[in-house]
């Protein structure tokens, strides 16, 4: 099966006046702003190549997954060592890069910006981090209708696109997806003419309340992509914004979650027909979860299964996966009688 690393192999000498920007480009641009980009992109707006950028990231880091958690891919940094040496993305420019974790908010948010050209910008918001807090905020996207990373990504789209003229892309991978929805359906007018287009790359969806009442949404709708795998879970929570595209995968439970385990076809992922039948139980298991519970009992049941993941001492996966995923398992689960909770433990855990 053709992944995202053939992928550059193919069109990483071709530049974006012959080949034009697609959905593999973004999704790849997404990978990159996993890294700890630190010191290396500046807030202030000064422009970094993606080149030099990797040149002075690999000067500190190797290529060991584990700098970026437990969940990233095996390829995630490769990618982004061969995408620094391609002819295709080398002189994008990065910039405004930010980076933020409060736990007492419940809040991750990190973004940055790509110059494909003066007259094109991506604006990419980074998914999920390693940090329990941060999946925490995952499942209170189906909980709340705002969430503190969602103005966050407001205010940086709109402080971005002040910035620069010029179309805009807006994008994000997981919860930076959701994030990318938010941020181009909340964004003035004057904004929302730029967009070209809005990726959702396998993040949570939104209530129906939102998508059926948000005029700035309505706005943009036709211009949102939703692209999730066969196995999705991650993707499946809530209604999924815009046109949402399945693709096929080969991995299974939260690894599906992973791009670089996703079907290319020379500048697409590949579609099928829709999800599988292990996403489409985690989807029943979740909805019955969550229908008929007001606001306060959903809180309460994420604060429950969050608080017995704090309770093993743990504030990251990797600390987790130290502990051996069955046996983190066997001992979560003994710490609570909530069958939800065990049922939801046992999607998440013995699926990775």
Not at 224 to 244: C, E, H, K
Request: glycine letters at 8%.
């Amino acid at each position: 099966m053709a992944g995202l690393l053939d992928y550059i192999t193919w069109r990483g000498d071709l530049s974006f006046e012959v080949a034009p920007i697609n959905e593999l480009d973004v999704f790849l641009c997404t990978q990159v702003a996993m890294a700890d980009l630190e010191g290396i992109v500046r807030l202030d707006g000064t422009e970094i190549s993606l080149l030099d950028t990797a040149t002075r990231y690999f000067d500190v880091h190797n290529t060991d997954v584990r700098n970026l958690g437990v969940l990233q891919s095996d390829q995630a940094l490769p990618a982004f060592m061969a995408m620094g040496k391609a002819a295709r993305y080398r002189d994008i420019m990065m910039s405004c890069h930010v980076n933020y974790v409060c736990d007492e908010d419940v809040a991750q948010f990190s973004a940055t910006s790509f110059g494909f050209s003066p007259q094109v910008h991506a604006v990419i918001f980074r998914g999920t981090d390693d940090s329990i807090i941060g999946w925490k905020e995952n499942c209170n996207l189906a909980i709340f209708d705002e969430v503190p990373a969602q103005y966050c990504a407001l205010k940086y789209l709109e402080e971005y696109a002040a910035k620069y003229d010029g179309k805009l892309i807006v994008a994000g991978h997981s919860k930076g997806g959701n994030l990318a929805v938010y941020a181009a359906s909340n964004a003035a007018k004057e904004i929302q003419d730029r967009i070209v287009q809005v990726y959702n790359f396998d993040g949570p969806g939104f209530s129906k309340k939102f998508l059926e009442t948000n005029t700035g949404y309505a706005a943009v709708r036709d211009r949102i992509s939703t692209i999730v795998p066969q196995n999705s879970i991650v993707g499946i929570l809530m209604d999924a914004p815009g046109r949402m595209m399945v693709v096929r995968a080969n991995a299974e439970g939260l690894l599906a979650h992973d791009g670089f385990s996703w079907e290319v076809d020379v500048n697409h992922f590949v579609r099928v027909g829709g999800l599988n039948r292990s996403s489409r139980n985690f989807d029943e298991v979740f909805d019955n979860m969550m229908n008929n519970k007001t606001e306060e009992e959903k809180k309460a049941f994420v604060d429950e299964l969050f608080g017995i993941f704090f309770d093993t001492g743990a504030h990251t996966l990797s600390e987790l996966k130290k502990m051996g995923w069955l046996t983190t398992f066997e001992t979560i689960t003994r710490m609570t009688g909530n069958k939800a909770v065990r049922d939801i433990l046992s999607a998440l855990l013995l699926g990775i």
